[in-house]
């Protein structure tokens, strides 16, 4: 196992230098910017970002440095970061995706699962793509999201976009995530946000699989636009063509509301012309889905849409798929409170988002190192799994060279939690009362 741990590392430095190697591609003024040897180079200025924790940035660089007497100053590692261009860090996360990548199927299908998240940031009214001025006597905030696909079964990110959060199109971007991908078969699990005809035939353009589940047969969406069985569960295929034309020609076809469908032009839709003349043929688009209602207690229900064999994939197995989504909701948790996502060492959207990939670089890292850790726990109960939170700790002293490879193996596997699946009583919360100060009267 500490031959494979010391390889991601070895993969991870290969990235750094490879990016180091065609540095006049990620700086700002490629004539001048790094081309003097200093106390920090590139490849220390990448290491640092990637190791930062949540301190200071003076504490973070005297821990790099071994609090040695050429340890940087921050206004020096602030001007070296500034020249680093938009580039650098989307590339070297794409670097290690790529170096890093390993197929683990489900049925022939890389599970990809695609969410947002907001990432809240230092208020600065200058970036109106992210600025919010506070409504009804909230405070004015800056928003960035952080949009993501994230693999289900090795626990890693494979692509990832930053924008403003009033810029935000989560449906286009992961459109563009499908379109660049070359994954040759997989499977795109998502929530409600990304309930959308365009991106279901992006999906299906690139001969992938989708399963999104979508608002409920009694709220305004794709469902309601249907006509539905009468029953509580249903599994029902609709081949449905989609047009941009409505005229005497379509109305009659458009009727038929589990065929044909109706695309307006100001809705985005990449495979049907906007414009037409009147004599020109009418183009459809076929997009056949399935539209699959389960039960997920007495009351309550869920409601999916796939393109996944009916045969194959019966409802119990798509309602087990769906749930295997909320893997990438612990991961932003993880990422966030983890990692470190909500603490940065810069105010400008530039250097906040070089942290921001620092910290999936650094969750990928953890995630490929604790997956070489083998947790023994015989005899008991219930089954164990690395401390993330600990293995978080332990790769970035291993990565600043403070830990060798069986000490991370075993520092992982002693520093376990215990997994407990099916939870369904409540929690006990108790009312966390306000401390005493009396004992500065007496």
């Not at 959060?165 to 998502?190: H, Q, Y």
């Not at 469902?223 to 409505?246: K, V």
Request: charged share 25%; proline share 5%.
């Amino acid at each position: 196992m500490s031959s494979q741990i010391q390889e991601v590392k070895d993969k991870l430095g290969f990235a750094i230098d490879q990016l180091c190697k065609t540095s006049w591609m990620f700086v700002k003024d490629p004539g001048r910017d790094f081309t003097r040897e200093r106390k920090l180079p590139l490849h220390k200025v990448l290491s640092v970002l990637l190791c930062m924790e949540g301190g200071s940035l003076t504490n973070e660089l005297l821990r790099y440095f071994g609090c040695s007497q050429d340890t940087a100053s921050s206004s020096a590692f602030i001007q070296q970061r500034h020249k680093i261009n938009e580039f650098a860090f989307p590339s070297l996360f794409d670097l290690f995706v790529k170096n890093t990548d390993e197929e683990r199927l489900y049925k022939g299908y890389r599970l990809l699962a695609a969410d947002g998240s907001d990432i809240q940031i230092p208020t600065n009214q200058n970036y109106e793509d992210c600025f919010f001025p506070g409504t009804n006597g909230q405070k004015p905030y800056s928003l960035l999201h952080l949009d993501a696909v994230y693999d289900l079964l090795r626990h890693t990110y494979l692509d990832a976009n930053i924008c403003g959060k009033r810029n935000w199109n989560e449906k286009g971007v992961l459109c563009n995530m499908v379109d660049r991908s070359n994954i040759p078969k997989a499977l795109i699990i998502a929530d409600r946000g990304y309930e959308n005809y365009n991106l279901m035939a992006h999906i299906q353009e690139k001969g992938w699989k989708y399963l999104i589940r979508v608002k409920d047969i009694h709220s305004s969406g794709i469902a309601a636009g249907l006509d539905l069985p009468e029953t509580e569960e249903f599994d029902l295929c609709c081949p449905i063509l989609l047009t941009r034309r409505n005229n005497s020609m379509t109305k009659p076809l458009l009727s038929d509301r589990n065929h044909y469908k109706w695309i307006p032009t100001t809705t985005p839709f990449d495979y049907l012309p906007i414009g037409a003349h009147k004599h020109d043929p009418v183009a459809f688009y076929a997009l056949p889905f399935r539209i699959v209602r389960f039960k997920l207690s007495d009351s309550a229900f869920e409601t999916v849409i796939t393109n996944l064999d009916q045969k194959e994939f019966l409802p119990d197995e798509l309602k087990y798929l769906y749930s295997r989504r909320w893997g990438i909701e612990t991961s932003f948790r993880e990422l966030k409170y983890t990692v470190g996502l909500l603490h940065f060492h810069a105010k400008k959207v530039e250097n906040i988002t070089q942290e921001i990939f620092a910290r999936l670089i650094m969750y990928n890292f953890a995630e490929l190192i604790t997956s070489h850790v083998v947790i023994q726990k015989p005899n008991r109960k219930y089954p164990y799994k690395a401390n993330f939170s600990v293995a978080v700790q332990v790769c970035r002293q291993f990565l600043l060279g403070n830990i060798s490879p069986p000490d991370v193996e075993a520092t992982i596997s002693k520093n376990v939690s215990v997994t407990r699946t099916g939870r369904s009583n409540p929690r006990n919360m108790f009312v966390k009362h306000a401390v005493s100060f009396l004992y500065r009267v007496a």
